[in-house]
């Protein structure tokens, strides 16, 4: 499922969280080489919350961890491409502590079709959910 940024809804008195990320944390934390793992844990891309002409709410979450392989950071990947990657996709981070949440993204350009996934980033690899 794709959204198109020309629909409009209102955003009202929504809940959500926007965490900042420094390049330099990003960049390391992605050229870092990581071992495939069956034991990653399972993330959920849910529906936009909300969509105006310059940001989008998105519904996010992971499940519990596996013990022995937290969760180093999760969020939604975000890319005019049909799949959404590390690699060429805007990273809007999630609080590591908490397990879902409605994440606000913004800066995007109204009428531009969007593609958003959950993603979480683990000691075991990469976790990735569907495509929306």
């Not at 992605?30 to 709410?57: E, N, Q």
């Amino acid at each position: 499922m794709k959204f198109n940024i020309f629909s409009k809804l209102a955003l009202g008195a929504l809940a959500f969280a926007f965490v900042a990320c420094d390049e330099d944390y990003e960049k390391a934390a992605f050229d870092t080489p990581v071992a495939p793992s069956h034991d990653l844990p399972t993330v959920t891309t849910g529906d936009p919350v909300a969509v105006t002409g310059t940001a989008a709410i998105l519904s996010i979450s992971v499940d519990e961890v596996v013990e022995g392989n937290p969760v180093l950071h999760w969020g939604v990947l975000l890319s005019t491409n049909d799949n959404p990657g590390l690699a060429g996709s805007t990273i809007s981070y999630a609080n590591v502590e908490e397990t879902s949440t409605n994440l606000m993204v913004g800066g995007l350009v109204d009428e531009t079709t969007y593609y958003y996934r959950t993603f979480a980033h683990t000691e075991g690899g990469v976790a990735y959910g569907e495509v929306k």
